[in-house]
């Protein structure tokens, strides 16, 4: 199984950016798609962005489309998540998790096999 651990998480005004990582330890990374999720208070998790095993077909939801763009270097068993024109409504704890099958398409929380801890991100007006 694969353990993660996110990072970049932290404070920022309206319309900053950050950039969160990923790190994941194990062989077996570059096999599976990855994704971020976030949760904000009282608010179920919800799929943020998910990208296919070989880095390829980034996929968004709807809120952050063209404001978020998702990555990964299979090389340093990393994955991104950077976060530009950041909106309050962002502010969430969130996590990055990896599919459960090497062709999958995970959109979906069942959808996702191994989670980290999340990083909490919070943006102020």
């Known amino acids: 199984q694969v353990q993660l651990v996110e990072s970049g998480g932290g404070l920022v005004q309206a319309g900053g950016s950050l950039r969160l990582s990923c790190t994941a330890s194990?062989?077996?990374?570059?096999?599976?798609?990855m994704g971020w999720l976030r949760q904000a208070p009282g608010k179920e998790r919800e799929f943020v962005a998910g990208?296919?095993?070989?880095?390829?077909?980034?996929y968004y939801a709807d809120s952050v489309k063209g404001r978020f763009t998702i990555s990964r270097d299979n090389a340093k068993n990393t994955g991104y998540l950077q976060m530009n024109s950041l909106k309050v409504e962002d502010t969430a704890v969130y996590y990055c998790?990896?599919?459960?099958?090497?062709?999958?398409?995970?959109?979906?929380?069942?959808?996702?096999?191994?989670w980290g801890l999340g990083t909490q991100v919070t943006v102020s007006s």
């Open positions: 998790a990896v599919g459960r099958g090497r062709y999958d398409r995970p959109s979906s929380i069942r959808d996702f096999g191994s």
């Open positions: 194990g062989s077996t990374f570059y096999t599976y798609p």
């Open positions: 990208i296919m095993w070989n880095g390829g077909s980034p």
